[in-house]
């Protein structure tokens, strides 16, 4: 499948819970021109009846979104190259993709991305295409073959029964970038708080101020942690 029939596909895909709305190409800001197929800026919200609002919730788009978490991590990453450079790394829940298309614009040896939303892989695949970087696509962490240097997770903990991913990713890595804008009091052992930031969904969401507050966490594993997860 080429990245026609990839978008062709995506289209469709909106267009079955959104009739009117479209796909565009965006540029994400402070991202060193890299570029993101997303929902228009303008998508006629007003037109959304309470059908289309339940369509809405029962498949969410993600992929159609860089969210505020992603937005700041690829920032971050693009700022900070050594976390990445020359290593392989993993975007788990990668939806759009936009943070393993910074890891690979950062300098990243290789990028794995895992996403288990099958229009999502399409999604990194068209946009790992726009963007002429090379990406590999996973639906789940047990594809994984051989090990990563650093897992890049951004927004994947907007339920709290994602949580135990933050100890499960030092079973793959022995490092973690996690930026999130959801959960604002998780504890656990292995992570610090590197930075906070404002950011906001792409297109804006036009969220409140807690959910565009995006913080970024680097998660280290000890000796006790490996393989004991
Ligand atoms: C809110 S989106 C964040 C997308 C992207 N990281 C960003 O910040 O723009 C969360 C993504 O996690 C993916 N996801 C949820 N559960 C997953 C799982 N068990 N394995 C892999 N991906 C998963 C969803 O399909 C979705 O694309």
């Known amino acids: 499948m080429n990245s026609k029939h990839r978008l062709a596909e995506l289209r469709k895909a909106l267009a079955d819970v959104i009739p009117e709305a479209k796909l ?52 971050f990453l693009l700022e900070h190259p050594d976390y990445v450079e020359g290593r392989r790394v993993l975007d788990f829940g ?4 936009v943070v393993a298309m910074a890891a690979a614009r950062a300098g990243a040896g290789s990028v794995v991305v895992c996403d288990s939303d099958t229009l999502a892989q399409k999604a990194c695949l068209l946009n790992a295409d726009l963007n002429s970087v090379d990406i590999e696509v996973i639906g789940q962490l047990s594809e994984l073959s051989g090990a990563v240097d650093i897992v890049l997770a951004a927004d994947v903990l907007y339920d709290r029964s994602n949580l135990h991913w933050l100890a499960h990713f030092f079973q793959l ?57």
């Not at 570029?35 to 159609?64: C, F, G, K």
């Not at 969220?207 to 490996?226: H, I, K, M, N």
Request: proline letters at 4%; aromatic letters at 8%; one cysteine or more.
């Open 24 to 75: 565009e190409t965006a540029t994400l800001p402070g991202g060193g021109g890299l570029v993101l197929t997303l929902l228009q800026e303008s998508y006629p919200q007003h037109l959304l009846d309470s059908d289309a609002l339940l369509r809405i919730m029962n498949e969410p788009l993600y992929w159609a979104f860089c969210w505020a978490a992603g937005q700041t991590l690829a920032q």
């Open 94 to 97: 990668a939806g759009s993709g």
């Open 173 to 229: 890595a022995p490092l973690v970038l996690l930026a999130d804008s959801r959960m604002k009091d998780f504890a656990c052992e292995g992570y610090r708080l590197l930075e906070r930031r404002i950011s906001h969904t792409l297109p804006d969401l036009d969220e409140s101020e807690e959910f565009r507050a995006v913080s970024v966490y680097l998660g280290q594993r000890s000796a006790d942690q490996q393989g004991t997860v």
